[in-house]
Every structure is written in structure tokens, then in C-alpha cells.
């Protein structure tokens, strides 16, 4: 890819991680936030098994998406490196 090309969607690319990076800190930070007013409210029912269940579920699912957004910065590393190259 030619240089230009490169330089003109950087900036997309540093967007799209930056905005993936703020709405998964913001689903993470009001997802945890709700769960502990529900215990404090003492609204959770079920027992310890379920709840270490859900948290196993919850563990699973955020390292999947962590996993994506590593080969997406991956990805964006590779595009700007070879553009530096050529």
C-alpha cells in the first residue's frame, strides 16, 4: 500500500480501536456496576454455584473479546508497518 494511503486511514484505525477500547470499558463498568447494586439491594437469587457459574460465563465472554480486539490491533500494526516499509 502506498504511504498515502496508509497516513489517511491511521487515523480511522486509531479511532475504531480507541472507540471499541471506551464502549467495551463503558459495557464492563455499568454490567459490573448493575450486578453490585442488585446484591446490595439483595435482588440476587440463586446460589453460590450459579453465581460462580455466571462469573465463569462473564470470564469466557470477556477474554473472546479481548482476544478480538488483539488481532484487531494486530491487524492495524501490520497495515502501519507496511506502509512504513514500502
Known amino acids: 500500500m502506498p504511504p498515502e ?4 486511514i491511521a ?4 479511532l475504531v480501536g480507541v472507540g471499541t477500547f471506551t464502549l467495551l470499558g463503558l459495557r464492563m463498568y455499568f454490567g459490573f456496576k448493575a450486578r453490585r447494586l442488585e446484591i ?5 437469587t440463586g446460589s453460590a454455584d450459579e453465581s460462580i457459574e455466571t462469573l465463569r460465563d462473564e470470564v469466557y465472554r470477556l477474554r473472546t473479546d479481548v482476544g ?6 494486530d491487524f492495524a500494526e501490520r497495515l502501519l ?6
Open 5 to 8: 494511503i496508509i497516513e489517511a
Open 11 to 14: 487515523p480511522l484505525i486509531a
Open 40 to 44: 446490595e439491594a439483595g435482588r440476587t
Open 68 to 73: 478480538d480486539l488483539q488481532e484487531r490491533v
Open 81 to 86: 508497518t507496511r506502509g512504513k516499509e514500502d
